[in-house]
């Protein structure tokens, strides 16, 4: 083995506030050898930055909560680099939960064998956890229809521009909005993206901001924020709208909300809305249809796919500060190696 | 025509807190003649009332709001005296918005021709607005599946008492857990209706109470109240659980509620919930067999029909104030002739 050494960044305490890199530290322990049966000794290459990393911090949610003193949770794409399992070989990839290290050995059954491609980015991005959210929250939970009105918050992220863009390739004549948290933002979804209108919601009280770009209500709304987003997008629902839940950005970093948004539940009710939680393994099964569909997008230039690559495991802990913060466009990741 | 007058009860005041029977005043008035094609003037016999009649107040819904200085608005059964339309005749029994008055001239398209029937008031409770609520609410909207833990609020009142029995009818080994104001209430659930257990609401707090009962968790919450109970309710539920969103009875009688449960839409997300709005009208096709199996399940005594039946027009308005304080057990309606 070439490294001699595994560094790896350990969650230090659990932030009660917001996260900072004070939160995190670096050390450095040895590669560690492969004994278990069915167990993968793994090289990691990208690491995912995703919000619900922060989330994992509050307590368990789909996956038990990271703790202090523990080396931080994160999806990966990695090489195997020694397997005990008959599935994998040396040299495969996968994307496995690393954790934040060089080196981590995970178990063959929470590991996922990916195609070698490249650029291997698009394994987190269009082909990974992003794209597939996207694509299955939108089409599978909230099944717009041809000529809907279809709006999504944190848009400019790494999930809103797959979302925005599949509404454009799937759903003919539809109206996309995005709700975006700058003007630069708001214009690039709309010039290089191909969104019909955007909200820049920290510019603007976003209810009325939506009665303006969508006069006629709103059909879909994929939900990437909560709150107070959530609250304006839920009175200017149409009749029998759909909302995909993916995620409450707005309510991961700090303390737990007090309160959720007005309207639950008698607006769900007047309105016959349809609210569906979802994470990307729900739907196994339509996974290699998704796949398919989204390959055929970029191949067509219907999806432009946006990623934004940090080098270097050290500064994984500002890069997802940083995500926090709506630093950046497109799919955040940390290039190891 | 046998009466010279009409009696109208009209709101004269929208509350602003809780509803009293100061907001309606009785007025006479002539029977009104019938001059439009394609209308009915209908005998007003049994007028429903429901939580819902006060959410009419508080602004626009699936239906217009009742403005002060009109008939109180309510759906009720009532016979056809005089017709201009070919679809109905002198003698028909419909279910229309009458509002709560003897006679009224109601559009022909918005009246529904019933099946005549004794008792009538099954017309407005098992084979009407309540049961169907319950049914489609239930079965379409929540899907339970066999070994589920189902839980109902307002379980005594007119929709409750038809979700927990359709639930044991239909849903093989389901737990069935009802939540209702008195331990009276409790008991006669359990004892009279096959409840499996029950949560007396004013008397325990809630979340602790669904943990002691369901230690399983719950698959199915048919929310008929919103608010604090709906908030318990998120909280235990299990990943994939469903919520049909049928009312918000703690949210009608008063100002509107400043905020939401918590935890929407974070546990919607990480427990993958699903919550649906509907109301009865939503499924028109599934009505026919709908009705067919509330009418099997009663005639095999699986549903015991549970009527509240308050005698006099002019009695409504303490009738309705007494339903929004839980004074009834099943469908509380008022007889008029």
């Known amino acids: 083995m070439a490294e001699a050494t595994n560094r790896q960044i ?29 167990a993968l000794l793994v090289r990691t290459h990208y690491i995912s930055l995703d919000a619900a990393n922060r989330a994992w911090m509050q307590g368990a949610t789909y996956r038990d909560a990271v703790e202090s003193g523990q080396v931080m949770a994160g999806g990966a794409i990695a090489e195997v680099i020694e397997s005990k399992s008959s599935d994998f070989a040396a040299g495969d990839l996968v994307f496995a939960d690393t954790g934040w290290q060089d080196y981590a050995v995970v178990p063959a ?11 291997k980015t698009h394994l987190l991005s269009v082909y990974g956890v992003a794209g597939l959210t996207a694509y299955f929250g939108l089409l599978n939970c909230a099944t717009p229809k041809a000529g809907e009105t279809i709006l999504v918050s944190a848009a400019a992220g790494s999930v809103g521009t797959l979302v925005g863009q599949i509404a454009k390739a799937a759903v003919p004549d539809c109206t996309v909005i995005g709700i975006a948290g700058s003007d630069e933002k708001c214009q690039w979804l709309k010039d290089e993206l191909g969104f019909d209108a955007t909200v820049n919601y920290k510019a603007e009280p976003v209810f009325k901001a939506l009665k303006a770009v969508a006069p006629q209500g709103i059909d879909v709304y994929f939900d990437n924020v909560g709150g107070d987003i959530l609250e304006a997008a839920l009175f200017r629902m149409n009749n029998f709208g759909r909302i995909a839940c993916c995620g409450a ?53 219907k999806i432009k796919v946006q990623e934004d690559i940090i080098d270097g495991l050290e500064n994984t802990p500002t890069a997802l500060v940083g995500l926090l913060a709506g630093e950046n466009r497109g799919k955040r990741m940390v290039k190891v190696v």
């Open 249 to 301: 950005v707005s309510q991961y970093d700090g303390a737990p909300p007090s309160a959720g948004p007005r309207g639950v539940p008698g607006l769900i009710v007047t309105k016959r809305l349809n609210l569906r939680g979802f994470i990307m393994s729900d739907f196994p099964n339509e996974r290699e249809k998704a796949l398919k569909d989204l390959e055929g997008w970029v191949a067509e230039g």
């Open 109 to 119: 059954k929470a590991a996922q064998k990916v195609p070698s491609m490249e650029p």
């Open 10 to 38: 350990l969650l230090v305490e659990t932030p009660k506030g917001k996260l900072g890199s004070e939160h995190f530290k670096m050390t450095e322990t040895t590669v560690p050898t492969l004994s278990d049966e069915g």
